[in-house]
């Protein structure tokens, strides 16, 4: 079946803009990530939802980053009044539950954000 | 808080030679572990992962890890690697206790393979 997708791939914009970046889990998995890949550095969590429960917040850098999960499934990812920062590889994951980690997240193949 | 800490950022070897790729965890506990690959314009492929059991994990495309408690350690392996194993690898750590199910990552080694 289909993997996670992510849209768009490639996103250029200016500083100070908005941007929304679009995650569409694998069907009927409940658990959702973000994730940041700046140059030169691992993965740095951003956000997890599962189900209807409240997300997990922690590891959103500032106010300007948000993300909402809509009946579920499609997630956006929205950064307000973007910085130079900002830019890096955003990259969403899913999982079937989240009993415990024998679930494998699997990854979309990311948006790339340049803030110029 | 638990961290992942891969010491090289690029290795390069010969196609049929032996490969490893090292991985340090700090963590209080056992975590869960995870090696995943990052082909160039890829998402994430998961090669293998830890959870309990034998030290030794195999998994996809002839790749192998060993857990090491004394250690700490948790190295990829693969006894001759192709030119197609070029690519980005990222080691992974995963809580076991508390709501927290995110991955802690490395920093990743981006690996070179010569023909």
């Known amino acids: 079946g289909a993997g996670v997708s992510q849209s768009p791939s490639n996103k250029v914009t200016e500083k100070g803009k908005d941007v929304e970046l679009r995650c569409d889990p694998i069907s009927g998995h409940t658990a959702l990530y973000w994730y940041r890949q700046s140059l030169g550095q691992g993965l740095e969590f951003l956000i997890y939802f599962q189900g209807n429960s409240a997300p997990d917040k922690s590891g959103l850098p500032s106010d300007r980053f948000s993300a909402e999960r809509t009946g579920g499934s499609v997630s956006t990812l929205t950064i307000q009044r973007t910085q130079q920062e900002d830019s890096a590889v955003y990259l969403c994951?899913?999982?079937?539950?989240?009993?415990?980690?024998?679930?494998?997240?699997?990854f979309g193949p990311g948006t790339r954000l340049l803030v110029l | 808080a638990q961290s992942v800490t891969q010491p090289d950022i690029h290795i390069t070897v010969s196609e049929g030679a032996s490969l490893e790729l090292r991985c340090n965890y700090s963590?209080?506990?056992?975590?869960?572990l995870f090696w995943y690959v990052q082909s160039p314009g890829q998402g994430l492929q998961l090669l293998l992962k830890?959870?309990?059991?034998?030290?030794l994990v195999q998994g996809i495309k002839g790749f192998e890890a060993e857990f090491k408690r004394s250690q700490s350690s948790f190295n990829l392996r693969k006894p001759s690697v192709h030119w197609s194993d070029a690519a980005e690898y990222f080691c992974?750590?995963?809580?076991?206790?508390?709501?927290?199910?995110?991955?802690?990552f490395g920093s990743g080694t981006q690996l070179t393979v010569l023909p």
């Open positions: 963590y209080g506990a056992t975590p869960y």
């Open positions: 994951a899913s999982s079937s539950r989240q009993k415990s980690f024998q679930e494998t997240q699997y």
């Open positions: 830890y959870f309990s059991g034998d030290t």
């Open positions: 992974a750590v995963g809580l076991r206790s508390g709501s927290a199910r995110q991955l802690t």
